[in-house]
T-cell receptor, first 109, second 112 residues
């Protein structure tokens, strides 16, 4: 079973700061998901990546397959980025996902 | 394009009753996944359906079951409800396995 560790668990930053959220997993994977969960529970899938780097607007996700590590970066952070960010990886052959506990991000104006 | 829709938004049941939750995937998506998010436990994988068949289930008791219909919509049934089943149940769909997931807004089940 894949173990997923996210850090930090909580992060409060000022508007405009560069944000980094980290995710480490224990078993080699085919792809990793970054998800964003807003208050009320709704979830948006931000990225699915299997190598290198992906960028969407102010969000950048990177993955290092050899080190079993991924990072999610937010540039020029804004209060609307406040949410829980969750990393998820396949559960060892099951095609279900194992989720990290999430990083609760608060961006203050 | 309509997103993944789930119904109902909220559901209140008492212990021992049965709950039925529904999910409509994005048009053209054949894979539907169910997840449970209980307070303090994070998201847990429940069930995966693809092309009408149950492909995999997570570590949940048999009273959690479901099905996928010919139009790819899906139902999650929870029998003999227990207080610990109170959670947000999220449905996601993908165009095929191992493709990006699209989530619904969830059904919040409260068991009293």
């Amino acid at each position: 079973k894949n173990e997923v560790e996210q850090s930090p668990q909580n992060l409060t930053a000022q508007e405009g700061e560069f944000i980094t959220i980290n995710c480490s997993y224990s078993v080699g994977i085919s792809a990793l998901h970054w998800l964003q969960q807003h208050p009320g529970g709704g979830i948006v899938s931000l990225f699915m990546l299997s190598s290198g780097k992906k960028k969407h607007g102010r969000l950048i996700a990177t993955i290092n397959i050899q080190e079993k590590h991924s990072s999610l970066h937010i540039t020029a952070s804004h209060p609307r980025d406040s949410a829980v960010y969750i990393c998820a990886v396949p559960s060892g052959g099951a095609d279900g996902l194992t989720f990290g506990k999430g990083t609760h991000l608060i961006i203050q104006p | 394009e309509a997103g993944v829709t789930q119904s109902p938004t909220h559901l209140i049941k008492t212990r021992g009753q049965q709950a039925t939750l529904r999910c409509s995937p994005i048009s053209g998506h054949t894979s539907v996944y169910w997840y449970q998010q209980a307070l303090g436990l994070g998201l847990q994988f429940l069930l995966w359906y693809d092309e009408g068949e149950e492909r995999n289930r997570g570590n949940f008791p048999p009273r959690f079951s479901g099905r996928q219909f010919p139009n790819y919509s899906s139902e999650l049934n929870v029998n003999a409800l227990e207080l610990e089943d109170s959670a947000l149940y999220l449905c996601a769909s993908s165009i095929r396995p191992l493709s990006p997931l699209h989530f619904g807004n969830g059904t919040r089940l409260t068991v009293t």
